[in-house]
Every structure is written in C-alpha cells, then in structure tokens.
C-alpha cells in the first residue's frame, strides 16, 4: 500500500471560461479513481470563501510543503488532521 495524501505542492491554479482565477488540488487515489482526479474551487463573496479559508489556515498553522495539506501545529512540529481531531474540534464549535 503506497501512502497517499494531500500535500500543498498539488495545488495549482487556472483561469475559467470567463477569467476567474480557480484553485485546483489534486487527488492522488481516491476510493473510484485511482490515478487521482482534481477538486476545483473559485472565489466566493461572502463569509463562506473557500479561498479565504485555505489561505487562512496557511497563515495560522503554516505547514509545510512535504507535510499533509491541512497539518496544524501540534507541540514542536506539525500533525496532520484526522478525523477524530476534525470531529473534535467541530464540537467544541457547536
């Protein structure tokens, strides 16, 4: 088994039919397509921007490029999120 995960090289950027600028993160396996498919995503007005939130993320928890795309800073290094911790942290929230 190879292990395979989200890291901030595999985002790329390029322009829609009509000039916006769209993120695109590449997927390297996923459960269907196992060479990998690309998620794209383009700005958004309002407080649900994933943009903004991607680039927020970056400032707070800066990981770097050969870690896990949403690693957090965990003590003295980072740590990639899982989805106990993401569970987590949603309940604190709600």
Not at 12 to 41: A, F, M, N
Not at 58 to 65: A, L, Y
Not at 74 to 91: D, M, N, S, V
Request: aromatic fraction near 10%; charged fraction near 20%.
């Amino acid at each position: 088994m190879r292990l395979v995960y989200y890291m901030r090289p595999r985002i790329s950027y390029k322009q829609s039919r009509d000039g916006q600028k769209v993120t695109v993160l590449h997927i390297p396996c996923t459960k269907i397509v196992h060479w990998g498919e690309d998620v794209c995503w383009a700005k958004q007005d309002g407080p649900i921007n994933p943009d903004a939130a991607l680039m927020h993320h970056f400032k707070i928890n800066t990981p770097p490029d050969n870690a896990h795309l949403f690693a957090y800073h965990y003590k003295t290094g980072h740590c990639p999120l899982t989805k106990l911790k993401f569970i987590a942290e949603l309940t604190k929230v709600t």
